[in-house]
């Protein structure tokens, strides 16, 4: 179920287009005012000029000029409309070269607005990661954490198949998932001995506190609170307030941050341990799956890591994950 809605959600735009596009071909065909409906066509176009740009509209709008042509060859009494087939011929060819001007125009907003979007999110994930690692340079064990939990959560996500907005989100949550911990004392956070009950639950509150955080910025980060609050939660919890109530759905996008959280501190040296080897946490976070983590998430995890090992042997590079 959770994979038809992933497919849905990530192909919405397309579906929406082919439908209307559907639905204006089955009315185009019972239709009595055959020459009038051909405007209709500009609706599907438009709508794919706007969400899916370009390229897909002016294909769209060469596609709807081929059915109509089919239709018109195929529909004797279409040409018994016009007084002459020069006259239909003109009239078709003025209707189609706006059909694709009009796909080419949309399109082209679509794009450029596209462009500026993009340039505009870089600019945002790069403000986040300075913050990231300002917040983390008071301490050379964490220096960099979030930065590479990011990462490799935008990986993961991306593996997932997740959608582009999604994976955003998610790379924006990682790189402020440890946020709240500006509010816990650094003396607790870098204790190199065994926590007290108390001091546990004082670190694990970093995680509603970072969410409070960020819901004082508004909508910006509106849809990586969620994601912040729920990344220390176990998968095996979520799946059973969503079975027992129905009410919460699991949060895929905190499951993969807290994947990639959980290697990156495994992996990483800290006051109390040294860093364990790359494979010797990939197994623990397996052993964990279905459990503690996610197991999709675990599958497109160790997909990522098969990449990235491979990536460094193509390369001669020693591994250092």
């Not at 929406?16 to 596009?21: D, G, K, N, P, R």
């Not at 190199?192 to 910025?217: F, M, N, P, R, Y």
Request: hydrophobic share 45%; glycine share 4%; charged share 25%.
């Amino acid at each position: 179920m959770d994979k038809i809605k992933r497919y849905v959600i990530k192909h919405f735009e397309e579906m929406v287009v082919l439908t209307i596009l559907v639905m204006v071909l089955f009315m185009h065909y019972f239709v009595v005012q055959k020459t009038a409906f051909l405007h209709f066509y500009y609706l599907p176009v438009l709508i794919a000029g706007f969400f899916l740009g370009r390229r897909t509209a002016m294909l769209l709008s060469l596609f709807c000029i081929l059915l109509v042509t089919i239709f018109v060859i195929a529909t004797p009494y279409f040409s018994a409309l016009y007084e002459t087939k020069l006259d239909m011929t003109i009239d078709l060819t003025f209707w189609a070269s706006f059909l694709i001007l009009t796909s080419y125009v949309v399109g082209t907003l679509f794009n450029e607005n596209e462009k500026k979007l993009f340039d505009l999110k870089n600019a945002y994930i790069g403000i986040l990661e300075i913050l990231s690692k300002y917040l983390e340079s008071a301490d050379r064990y964490t220096k960099g954490h979030s930065v590479r939990v990011a990462n490799l959560a935008t990986e993961i996500a991306i593996a997932l198949e997740l959608p582009r907005i999604e994976v955003e989100n998610i790379k924006a949550a990682a790189l402020l998932h440890d946020i709240g911990k500006v509010e816990i004392s650094t003396t607790l956070i870098q204790k190199a001995i065994s926590l007290s009950k108390e001091e546990k639950l004082e670190i694990d509150s970093h995680t509603e506190k970072g969410a409070k955080i960020l819901t004082t910025v508004g909508d910006v980060l509106k849809d990586a609170v969620p994601i912040v609050l729920a990344h220390h939660r176990s998968y095996i919890d979520m799946d059973i307030d969503h079975r027992t109530t129905g009410l919460n759905h699991i949060n895929l996008g905190a499951c993969v941050v807290a994947v990639a959280d959980a290697y990156d501190a495994i992996t990483s040296d800290r006051t109390y341990r040294k860093g364990k080897a790359p494979w010797k946490a990939v197994e623990e976070i397996e052993k964990e799956s279905g459990k503690q983590f996610h197991p999709e998430v675990v599958k497109a995890f160790k997909k990522v890591i098969n990449v990235r090992v491979e990536r460094i042997e193509d390369n001669v590079i020693p591994i250092d994950l």
